[in-house]
């Protein structure tokens, strides 16, 4: 059962519009949520994460929204430019002693010059 | 801050021979990493939680005696692939918690592209 999901594999934006990337999870009890960047061979890049007692939080050009009654989180990214082009990981954790992140599958997202 | 280094970035080995990555937490002591693996285009699937100085927690439907974890000191946590199999061929990427609830709370490594012919 896949607590954490991202339906749409992929996404493509021209340079400068908005980019929206989303996630929904299943699991009530998680209560932080990150988004990570990532390109082949290489380890997750950290971009932004939100608290549940949150409902936005805002980093330069990257905006995270918690909608903790559908259970759904979404990532904007304005604007968008070519170097945004990876993959983008939707995670979710319940903290605390033992906390421990859950992935979504990922969405490939492609910023058009 | 809080850099995790992970090593070898590849490896490629013969079937049947075992393997070992290295994870260092190079400016920070890490209490718990964790290990992934990523299938192509997949998820990253947590296998395993590693607890320095007690036995690791797996994930169900990892095999310890597979996939064995040691993390005997604050800074280095190991993962070895024991008499590994093409089916085995991955990317394995550790992680380190570095403090929970608030900004990143997980630093990862650059992983490892196992492959087993």
């Known amino acids: 059962d896949q607590q954490v999901k991202q339906n749409s594999p992929s996404l493509s934006v021209q340079e400068g519009r908005i980019s929206i990337l989303n996630c929904d999870y299943t699991n009530s009890m998680f209560d932080y949520f990150l988004w990570y960047k990532k390109y082949p061979a290489e380890g997750p890049t950290f971009l932004i994460s939100i608290s549940s007692i949150k409902d936005k939080n805002e980093d330069g050009r990257f905006t995270v929204f918690l909608n903790k009654s559908a259970k759904h989180l979404s990532l904007h990214i304005v604007p968008s430019q070519p170097g945004d082009s990876a993959v983008y990981f939707c995670a979710a954790a319940q903290t605390g002693a033992n906390s421990k992140l859950t992935f979504g599958k990922g969405i490939t997202l492609s910023v058009r010059p | 801050g809080a850099v995790v280094s992970q090593h070898p970035s590849w490896v490629i080995c013969k079937s049947g021979t075992s393997v070992k990555i290295e994870c260092r937490s190079l400016d920070f002591q890490a209490t718990t990493m964790f290990w992934y693996r990523q299938f192509p285009k997949q998820s990253l699937m947590l296998m395993a939680t590693?607890?320095?100085?007690?036995?690791?927690?797996?994930e169900q439907g990892v095999e310890k005696d597979k996939f064995l974890i040691n993390h005997a000191s604050l800074t280095l946590s190991t993962l070895t692939v024991t008499s590994a199999h093409p089916e085995d061929s991955s990317f394995y990427i550790c992680?380190?918690?570095?403090?929970?609830?608030?900004?990143?709370?997980?630093?990862f490594g650059s992983g490892t592209r196992l492959t087993v012919v």
């Open positions: 992680s380190a918690r570095v403090h929970l609830g608030q900004g990143n709370g997980y630093t």
């Open positions: 590693s607890n320095e100085g007690s036995k690791a927690t797996y």
